[in-house]
């Protein structure tokens, strides 16, 4: 079974099909410059490895542009600096690859470690983790409607179909006899948990606030394209310095959403109408999506998925979870972590945690007239981000803020609680 199928099983996460035929692989791992396959470009190893992925490598890259000399000299002619054409006259002029200033980030993955995760997965379970699936989930979201069930194209049919600026953008996808090549934006910034790592008491709330304001945006775009990510955290964001922006990355771990309509009679449907929109109501909005006809449905757990730093309660415990409820949930342990330069537990189980206990505890985070902020927090935390967490972090799903009420929170728009609201 190819491991990008999509499962049929009802109340399953779908995961995804390849969409594209993939480009033979020439001058990502030749040094060829001269060579010219139907590309308009190519890619040359730097020789600098940037991390390890599950199956491989990340690596730098140079971007090669496919060219044609309009030198009709005979003689040598020097292109550039690592070019040359020779030997008389060019008629027609000769095709060849010319560095570019641009560089990228090539994720490389072994054919043989992706078979042996499918095949030899934990608890006989093919690993949650897959290259394929990540390829395919990025041109879900940057080329449109893919899905094949009616129910699907329905939702997908009112979701926009352009690159979102928080969300890695997949370049192209390479292949040859021993790797995958997945070709991404290179950002210098690094992941923003480097940047945490430089601030050990966290960031102030206005950076805070942009990032997550930021994080936000990329999960709404995902929910509108019926897109999980399944692995929210701190490393799995990049940032984008000159733009000052955040980008979610890693999507190895996602999955489509399951959604259903009234009648097929599903009795654990979840709907959040907040990102149900469509574009017939005049508002923005579809109608029957407004009125929440339409529903997601919750996704059998096979296996723990993301890491425990940042995993919900239901996954942890390997419960049927809703794909956008598990995501906002690791976006709360994100902004926790921003604001605090810590992680809010090791892995969320009150019966060996302690710092999952507290957590859950009324008092220790959520009523500093209680317990003093710098004793729980390190530091002094605004209320509206106190309100924010504290509802985010429920542990039962039904209690938590929808995606429409986090971003709709004062905290997230820099405002004050009203005063109805306060010490609650």
């Known amino acids: 079974m190819n491991p990008a199928s999509k499962t049929t099983q009802q109340g399953c996460g779908y995961s995804f099909e390849p969409v594209t ?236 959403v399951p959604y259903s309509f009234p009648d097929d009679h599903q009795t654990e449907d979840v709907t959040d109408v907040s990102i149900m929109m469509g574009n017939d109501d005049g508002n923005g909005g579809d109608k029957n999506m407004v009125m929440g006809t339409v529903r997601r449905r919750k996704i059998h757990s096979q296996s723990h998925c993301g890491k425990l730093r940042f995993m919900a309660p239901e996954m942890y415990q390997m419960q049927d979870f809703d794909g956008l409820t598990i995501d906002l949930w690791s976006a709360a342990a994100v902004l926790f972590w921003m604001l605090t330069g810590r992680a809010p537990y090791d892995k969320p189980d009150p019966a060996s945690d302690a710092g999952y206990h507290d957590l859950l505890n009324e008092h220790y985070y959520w009523d500093p007239r209680g317990v003093n902020q710098v004793f729980s927090w390190g530091h002094a935390v605004s209320e509206e981000a106190v309100d924010l967490l504290k509802n985010m972090f429920r542990p039962d799903p039904k209690d938590r803020l929808t995606l429409g009420q986090v971003m709709a929170h004062p905290w997230v728009h820099g405002e004050k609680l009203p005063c109805h609201e306060k010490n609650k």
């Open 21 to 256: 035929v993939l480009m033979p692989v020439v001058s990502a791992t030749k040094d060829d410059t001269t060579a010219a396959p139907p590309s308009p470009y190519a890619y040359r190893l730097t020789g600098t490895q940037l991390n390890y992925s599950l199956c491989g490598e990340i690596v730098l890259a140079d971007v090669l542009e496919l060219c044609h000399s309009e030198n009709q000299e005979h003689g040598n002619t020097t292109i550039n600096e690592e070019t040359t054409i020779s030997k008389g006259t060019v008629d027609p002029p000769l095709p060849f690859y010319r560095k570019t200033h641009t560089q990228v980030v090539i994720k490389m993955d072994r054919r043989k470690r992706i078979v042996n995760l499918h095949d030899h997965g934990p608890r006989g379970i093919p690993h949650p983790e897959n290259p394929w699936k990540e390829i395919s989930a990025l041109q879900l979201l940057l080329h449109g409607n893919l899905a094949e069930d009616t129910e699907q194209q329905h939702v997908l049919d009112t979701a926009p179909t352009h690159h979102h600026p928080n969300v890695i953008d997949l370049l192209t996808a390479l292949a040859d006899d021993e790797c995958l090549y997945e070709v991404l934006p290179y950002y210098s910034g690094g992941s923003l948990q480097d940047l945490l790592r430089r601030h050990s008491d966290g960031l102030d709330e206005d950076r805070a606030r942009r990032y997550f304001r930021q994080l936000l945006s990329a999960i709404d775009y995902l929910a509108h394209r019926g897109v999980c990510h399944r692995d929210i955290s701190t490393s799995n964001i990049l940032l984008n310095h000159e733009q000052d922006e955040c980008v979610l990355m890693d999507f190895g771990m996602a999955l489509r």
